[in-house]
């Protein structure tokens, strides 16, 4: 089974600062997610990935397949950022659909 | 598309009272699937369906928990009896992708249970 390991568990910043949040996992996959939680809210996909980077506006995630390891950069924080950011992983090589979440990071970026 | 739609936002309700959550996917999407999130446990998967028919409910606590997809926009989740430690957030979240992979998956706000 799976086992997902993200760091920090918490993460202060200054507005503007550039923000770098860590996923690792422990059984090969096909693809991560990351998600969004902002706090008493509903969860947002942000990206799922297999290789490579992607980006969306101030956000790039990138994956390493061989090291197990994905990162999630936040470029320009804004205190808009503030939340919870979960990795997620198939719990299995197996079936995909179950996945295994990280205990997630959680993000404030002050004024 | 309005997105995953769940109903009730809130439900608070006492103990040995049935619950049931609701939710309507994006038109389209043929997986759903429902969620639990609690501050021990995190997320965990309670049920996955893919073209309305349930693929694993490994997840399902106990027989108090069922649920149904009579078709491809309606779900629902039921707790019979409610029982305090059932107090939870429920999030259904949807995908289109089938069979063995997730898919960039849909959430709804999510439904907060309490139970008394």
């Known amino acids: 089974k799976n086992e997902v390991e993200q760091s920090p568990q918490n993460l202060t910043a200054q507005e503007g600062e550039f923000i770098t949040i860590n996923c690792s996992y422990s059984?090969?996959?096909?693809?991560l997610h990351w998600l969004q939680q902002h706090p008493g809210g509903g969860i947002v996909s942000l990206f799922m990935?297999?290789?490579g980077k992607k980006k969306h506006g101030r956000l790039i995630a990138t994956i390493n397949i061989q090291e197990k390891h994905s990162s999630l950069h936040i470029t320009a924080s804004h205190p808009r950022d503030s939340a919870v950011y979960i990795c997620?992983?198939?719990?299995?090589?197996?079936?995909?659909?179950?996945?295994?979440f990280g205990k997630g990071t959680l993000l404030t970026v002050n004024p | 598309d309005a997105g995953v739609i769940q109903s009730p936002r809130h439900e608070v309700t006492e103990m040995g009272q049935e619950v049931t959550l609701r939710c309507k996917p994006i038109s389209g999407h043929n997986s759903l699937f429902w969620y639990r999130q609690t501050m021990m446990r995190g997320l965990e998967l309670l049920i996955y369906f893919n073209n309305n028919v349930p693929i694993d409910d490994s997840g399902m606590p106990e027989d108090r928990f069922s649920a149904k997809m009579p078709n491809a926009s309606f779900s629902t989740l039921k707790i019979q009896p409610s029982e305090p430690r059932d107090s939870a957030v429920y999030f259904c979240a949807s995908s289109s992708a089938g069979g063995a992979n997730t898919g960039e998956l849909f959430f709804g706000e999510g439904s907060r249970l309490t139970v008394l």
């Open positions: 997620a992983v198939p719990e299995s090589g197996g079936s995909n659909y179950k996945l295994t």
């Open positions: 059984v090969g996959i096909s693809a």
């Open positions: 990935l297999s290789s």
